[in-house]
Structures are given as structure tokens and as C-alpha cells.
DNA sequence: CTCCAGGGAAAGA
DNA sequence: TCTTTCCATGGA
């Protein structure tokens, strides 16, 4: 591999990436990225340049290297911010870890998950759609779903007889026939929200960086939430996810209650009183705690 | 057969 | 404002 291909960026502390691996091959057939042994591959577009790219770990490095589209300066760049957000490595997450130790049932994921890091969704509107598929159903049959989505509208890099996809761009999908979302297995009303958020983002109704710039976190779900097929739960899971907001809270997720339960947080879901305390105990981290109760869910094969 | 999955909108009370 | 119903499907 030629040497000009290949960067490096330095990890913080709390940082590993065995756990970003975890996350991203926990046993669901994500279309959107490839893991083979301890290397991960993903295919971005950059503008409208698509790019392969694969990440491994070299001592307190990430080792990138750019497999396919060009590996020019602007290109290295986009990179480095792009993999910074995704591994959210430009957080300091000491400050909840100090909160962890001093908590009775969850002190153990200071160590037993360390240096977990709330992987995001880069695409907000890739979030939004992953949200709209996954709502009330088994997340490997939402897995299924996401595949032919975006196998039949996303754009792919084919590189060593793998093909890479690329989630497909509002204004591909806000073309899509409802009645081929339909025979992928959308439902009819999911088909028309995917449909409608895609117009949305292609309008400018909605828009990364404009939420991004909205002064408070009650704000940004109000806008979400304005269009159909985003509740309060897709909000935050977008504002968490995409925008690394430090204080969403999925609210009703099924398996947040899960964990909750399984950690003797809660006896029953309808001790919300305990939730409340608990979250308003961790004020200003309600994404990480979130993310790591997610963390300690075992998967189903 | 019934119930429920990383919800949300629309209708009904 | 609160509660109920429907959605699509697969697995338990």
C-alpha cells in the first residue's frame, strides 16, 4: 500500500476501538459497513466523490487507509473529522466515568466497557430513515429491510470482489415508487414518511447544520418532530446519533427499559420516577449513560 | 395461537 | 389531554 494512502490519527484516553468494533459487528447485518477480522471498511461520498475506506488499530493510533477515490490533502481531511465524529473522539468522557464510579449498580461498565464511545450516524438523514424502518419491529428484520433499501437506491464501491454501499441521498429516495418501498417490506406509512423526510431534506425544511445551530435542545425536537414519521423517540435518537447532543434521551425505548431492568435500575416500566432520578443524576450525559445501558443489552444471534 | 420487537399517527373517548 | 388502534413481519 502506497504510504500517502495511509494516516494516522491519535486516539484519546477512554478510547478503544475493540468496542467501536463490538458496536458495529454485535451480529445485525449492517449494510453500511464491513468488518473483516479486526479491520473495518466503509464507503463515504465526499462531495461527489465516493471513498472506500478501512480503519484498524496500530498502538495509540487509528491506521486509515483509502482504498478507492482519490486520498488528496482535502480528502485525508474530511476524513480525520469524519472518523473524529463517528468514534465521537473529541470528547472528554472522564467526567462521566467520575459519574459511573460513583453510581451503586452501574460502576462496573467503568471497566467492563471501557473506552466506549457513542458510535454516531455522520448522514442525519440516514438516521432519521434508519428510525423510520426500525420503529415496532425486531431489529433484525429492520436490518433486512435497510438492505434493500439501500442496495436498490444507494450508490456502492466495489473493491476486491466486495461491493462498499453508500446510503442513498434525499433526492434519490424522495423519487422512490412507494409501491417497490412496499415490496421491500416497508409499510405503507413508513414508505410515506421515508418519502417525505427525503422532501424535506432535499427542501431545506430540514437541514444537519441548521439544526445543528438552533440555541437549545428543545428547539432542535421541535423541529424534528414537526415532520411526520419523527416522534419524540427519532428525535432524539437523531440529536444523540448525528448530532452527539450530550443530554437526549430515547424516551420509551424498549431496550433502554430492558437495560434498565436487567441492571436493577427498575422493577417495572412504570417507574419512571426512577428513571427520572436516575438520568437527572447523570445531567449532561443522558447520551452516554443511554449508550452504555445499550451497551450492556446481550445480543440475540 | 398470542405476544412483542430500539414508535408514531390518527381516531376515539 | 389521555387512551386505543393499526401498521408488517418474524421469532419466541
Known amino acids: 500500500m502506497n504510504s500517502d494512502q495511509t494516516f ?5 484516553s477512554l478510547f478503544s476501538f475493540d468496542e467501536c468494533l463490538w458496536f458495529l459487528d454485535r451480529n445485525y447485518d449492517d449494510c453500511l459497513h464491513v468488518i473483516k477480522g479486526k479491520v473495518l471498511y466503509k464507503a463515504v461520498k ?3 466523490e465516493p471513498v472506500l475506506f478501512s480503519i484498524e488499530a496500530e498502538s495509540s493510533f ?3 487507509t483509502v482504498l ?15 472518523i473524529a465524529e463517528w468514534f465521537d473522539m473529541n470528547r472528554n468522557i ?21 473506552g466506549f464511545r457513542l458510535i454516531g450516524i455522520y448522514n442525519i438523514f440516514e438516521a432519521i430513515c434508519w428510525c423510520i424502518v426500525g420503529q415496532q419491529i425486531n431489529l433484525s428484520f429492520a436490518y433486512k429491510v435497510k438492505r434493500r433499501l439501500v442496495e436498490r437506491y444507494g450508490e456502492k464501491v466495489n473493491y476486491e470482489n466486495e461491493s462498499y454501499y453508500i446510503f442513498p441521498d434525499p433526492e434519490v429516495l424522495l423519487q422512490a415508487d412507494l409501491q417497490e418501498l412496499k415490496s421491500m417490506q416497508f409499510s405503507e406509512r413508513k414508505a410515506l414518511y421515508v418519502i417525505g423526510i427525503a422532501k424535506a431534506f432535499h427542501e431545506g425544511t430540514l437541514d444537519k447544520e441548521a439544526i445543528r445551530m438552533l440555541p437549545d435542545f428543545d428547539s432542535k425536537v421541535k423541529v424534528l418532530t414537526a415532520h411526520k414519521g419523527i416522534g419524540l423517540w427519532t428525535a432524539n435518537y437523531a440529536l444523540m446519533k448525528s448530532l452527539h447532543e450530550s443530554q437526549a434521551i430515547p424516551h420509551g425505548d424498549i431496550g433502554l427499559l430492558q437495560a434498565l431492568a436487567n441492571n436493577g435500575i427498575i422493577g417495572d416500566r ?14 449532561g450525559w443522558e447520551s452516554y ?5 445499550w451497551r450492556s443489552l446481550t445480543v440475540r444471534i
Open 8 to 12: 494516522l490519527i491519535p486516539v484519546p
Open 289 to 293: 449513560l443511554v449508550f452504555y445501558l
Open 46 to 48: 465526499i462531495g461527489a
Open 94 to 114: 472522564q467526567p462521566f466515568y467520575d459519574l459511573l464510579k460513583t453510581d451503586g449498580q452501574l460502576a462496573y461498565m467503568t471497566e467492563t466497557y471501557e
Open 68 to 82: 478507492a477515490g482519490e486520498a488528496s490533502r482535502e480528502n485525508k481531511d474530511f476524513l480525520i473529522a469524519y
Open 62 to 64: 487509528l491506521k486509515v
Open 270 to 283: 412504570s417507574e419512571t420516577d426512577k428513571i427520572d432520578a436516575l438520568f437527572s443524576s447523570f445531567a
